[in-house]
């Protein structure tokens, strides 16, 4: 844990809705969305910077702009997806502003959210005027009342590094937490408006791991994608984490079990397809692109690396006797 504090903002007790780049806010104040305050986060100190967490990871800022972590050389070789991810959303005007915590914390792009004339559970209603609705955007695996995908791609990143977050003052805490598991349909996570998020700390790369992103969308920038997957494989390891399909950021852990025992991966979507609470004409079709997606990824990066050999004290295998010719036949 950094000694980050923001003693500024407490001692003043100003709490509200953050700007750190404002791409987010800014479109939601322009919507109506936001009441005052909003509380800029530029002078607060603690924020920037990549550099190493212990024992051989990486520490991100939350004020670190996504075009430089993108560029980052250090993330580059370590933690290849989270690169590509951070550079290939949004578009370049975006990602030179927007930072890392904006990233994480943004809230849905439902359309029914983001305008002023509807009041649904995220604007502090109490309904969905989306439920029901056949909508190609919409997340068919949501587990609670909100439809609408998780807007987050580097979640997805995090969670397939198996990365952990830092909350001011809350401590340093799984992705899970900071997400939770989507029964509270009001809101995308967990921090308050009393917290800051300080950084992210990713894990040492694995042995001989490799990881990718792939996202299914109607055009190649400035667009939220249907279906995106970011993998992370390394010898007897998967993470498949999915977007697109959940109202919080989720691993998808029969697919991670498919990978692993090479076995295809059209069934498993099926049986997703099958039991998905929220599952519409629409949304189905995004079962088969999700199976295309994680098999893509696998294809540019070489294949599921192979399993680890077995270890080298095991017995040598004893060779069976020779079995005697019969007699007669010299
Ligand atoms: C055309 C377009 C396409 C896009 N496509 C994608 C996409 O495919 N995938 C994707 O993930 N994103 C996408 N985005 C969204 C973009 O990534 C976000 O708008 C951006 O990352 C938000 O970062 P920001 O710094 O501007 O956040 P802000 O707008 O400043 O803040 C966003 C939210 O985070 C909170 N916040 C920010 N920092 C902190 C902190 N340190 N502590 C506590 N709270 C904090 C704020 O209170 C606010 O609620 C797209 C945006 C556009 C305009
Ligand atoms: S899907 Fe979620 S964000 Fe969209 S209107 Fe319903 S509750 Fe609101």
Redesign the pocket.
Known sequence: MSDVRHPTLRAQAIWG????????????LHHGRIAAPI?D?RD?PG?DGVGPAPGGGLRVG??V??AELAADERVRAGWPALAD?AGG???PQ??N???????????T?CAWFRSPDFRCYKAGGTGCPAAGVDHPWHAPLSTGPCVAPH?????LALLAFDAKVEIEPRGLIEVAALYGDGMAAGAEHT?T?E????AAILPPPRPGAVSGWF?V?SRG?????LV?VILHLAPGFARVAV?GMHSVPARVPELEAALLAGAPLDPVVATLAASAPHASTSTRTKFPQLARAVEIVVARLGGVPAALPAPSFAPPAVPAPATPAPRGRR
Do not use: C, H, K, Y
């Not at 920038?221 to 994608?225: N, S, V, Y």
């Open positions: 809705e953050r700007r750190a780049g404002g791409t987010d806010v800014m479109d939601r509380v986060l607060v924020l939350s004020a702009r996504l991810a959303l949004a578009n975006i990602r502003v927007a930072t890392f915590g904006g990233s994480l914390l943004q809230r792009r807007p987050s791609t580097l979640a921090v408006e917290e800051l998020l300080v996202r969308a920038r400035a667009e939220w994608p995106e977007g």
